[in-house]
């Protein structure tokens, strides 16, 4: 359709991306009369743009980036493998390498008692897998009543019709006929907005006990499992108090609930544990996890499953009727060894822990003292700041809800840091290589890009304070 013109400028990408390309959660018209950015390449934790800005990735991408970019070694490794072996199946009575070695390696650092592992091309695959797998498990030992599954508000579990089923976001419901039936969203442990004058303890019980009224009404024989992000991750970073997961873990237990932790954004190290139910201090059934398990390079995702489901699973569930062409695609396969390989070496998975993490928190929570800022919170590299015009009563400003996160973001990325805004707050969750002095750099430009918003709230009459509707009342 369109004329393609010889040079290699922003123009000319950005043409052809708004003649051609439909992006991803975006709204097309207001993109192209905007002008979409322009990525041509990355090294460490930059990103840089077709007009030569350097930009501090602190997201990773899309939380994918535990090893930092332009990583030789995985891209050597894909290389190699694809020369080796370009694909084959994993369907008919066949595995390759680097897939055993894969499910192998996984399993060394899952936790305790999760000995299989089934592949998938991303998170939304993970996430669907679980529902059919769970279900299945149930029905083969002989339970197939037990079908309901109990997820959140304003959980994220991936874009498929499954995934975005069990996911709890209104506005990903309103479009396409979803939710499926079968799936029942409970309170999110959300203290910050939705913690009313309880304090935080009260309502990490609170938001743990409407899991147990929700399975309790439905008849726990005919619920199948409860699945959560043991931290909301595209939902706003949202960390539950300490109370939350140990609770919720009893009252599945209690009730023979599977329990499923999404870790498609915490596992792999984003907390300091290998996974964030470690950090949490909470048993799964089953894990699903995508992102930073290839930190990136290649996509492949999956599911880590427990022996017990293992076990009734390969001992009565017979064919699967469920697989991807791409599930444990050799080139995902080597690009998560080579990833896994860079992440002992380099024991980065105790540096977020003991070195980069505590320093990143440390200067990060400190962001609380300036005037926007009601809360800052991070464990591991995932954080969050809430922005408000009244930090005592944790209020909302006098516009739509978003527009004051959207201002900041856009100030953010002309600074040169990507911080992503999920409603009016900001959230963080850099490569696990950020060295101190990045850091540092990240944590300045963040306070600059507080001022600059203060600002321009100011000058637009903002800062008004307008109290919250209390969920939890
Ligand atoms: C990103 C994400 C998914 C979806 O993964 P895709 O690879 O985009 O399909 C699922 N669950 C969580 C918690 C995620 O953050």
New binding site residues.
């Given amino acids: 359709m369109s004329s393609t013109p010889l040079s290699n400028s922003t123009a000319h990408w950005r043409a052809l991306d708004a003649a051609h390309h439909l992006h991803p959660f975006s709204d097309t018209k207001a993109l192209n009369a905007e002008g979409v950015r322009v990525i041509t390449r990355a090294e460490g934790v930059y990103v840089y743009d077709s007009d030569g800005n350097k930009i501090l990735d602190g997201m990773s991408g ?2 994918c980036s535990q090893v930092g970019h332009g990583r030789g070694d995985i891209v050597d490794a894909i290389a190699a493998q694809l020369r080796q072996l370009d694909y084959y199946n994993t369907f008919f009575k066949t595995t390759h390498p680097a897939a055993a070695e894969l499910a192998a390696a996984i399993c060394e650092v899952a936790p305790e008692g999760m000995n299989h592992v089934f592949f998938t091309s ?6 669907d897998t679980v529902l059919r797998l769970v279900r299945h498990y149930w029905a083969s030992m002989g339970r197939p009543q037990k079908s309901i599954f109990i997820s959140r508000k304003n959980a ?5 019709v499954g ?1 975005a089923s069990l996911g709890g976001m209104g506005p990903m419901h309103a479009q396409g006929g979803l939710p499926i039936p079968g799936i029942i969203h409970v309170q999110q442990p959300y203290w910050w907005a939705e913690g009313g004058t309880m304090d935080r303890e009260e309502f990490g019980l609170y938001a743990a006990r409407e899991v147990a009224r929700a399975i309790d009404e439905a008849g726990p024989e005919n619920v199948a499992a409860f699945i959560g ?1 043991p931290i909301q ?2 939902g706003g970073v949202i960390i539950p108090p300490a109370n939350y997961w140990p609770e919720v873990e009893k009252i599945c237990r209690e009730r023979d609930v599977l329990l499923v932790c ?1 870790e ?2 915490c596992g792999f190290g984003r907390t300091g544990e290998w996974f964030g139910s470690q950090f949490m201090g909470v048993k799964p059934d089953l894990i ?1 996890f ?2 930073g398990i290839t930190s990136g390079y290649f ?1 492949l ?1 999956g599911v880590i499953v427990g022996d017990r489901v293992a076990e009734g699973f390969i001992e009565h569930g017979g064919d699967f009727n469920h697989g991807y062409t791409y599930s444990g695609h050799p080139g995902g396969c080597a690009a998560a060894l080579a990833n896994l390989k860079i992440m002992h070496e380099e024991k980065l998975v105790a540096r977020v822990k003991h070195d980069i993490g505590p320093y990143l928190q440390d200067r990060w929570l400190k962001l609380a003292d300036h005037p926007l800022v009601g809360e800052a919170r991070m464990v591991g590299l995932i954080g969050a700041l809430e922005l408000t015009p009244d930090k005592a009563t944790r209020a909302a400003f006098a516009a739509e809800e978003g527009t004051v996160g959207l201002i900041c973001r856009d100030f953010s990325f002309r600074e040169g840091l990507v911080m992503r805004a999920v409603r009016d707050g900001m959230i963080l969750a850099p490569p696990f290589t950020l060295s101190h002095a990045e850091a540092d750099e990240l944590v300045g430009i963040a306070w600059k890009v507080l001022d600059l918003t203060y600002a321009e709230l100011k000058r637009r009459g903002l800062l008004v304070p307008v109290p919250r509707i209390d969920a939890a009342a």
């Fill in positions: 899309l939380w991303g998170g939304s695959e993970a996430v994220y579990h991936g874009s498929t995934g992000e991750g595209a999404d498609v954004i699903t995508a992102k996509p995702g």
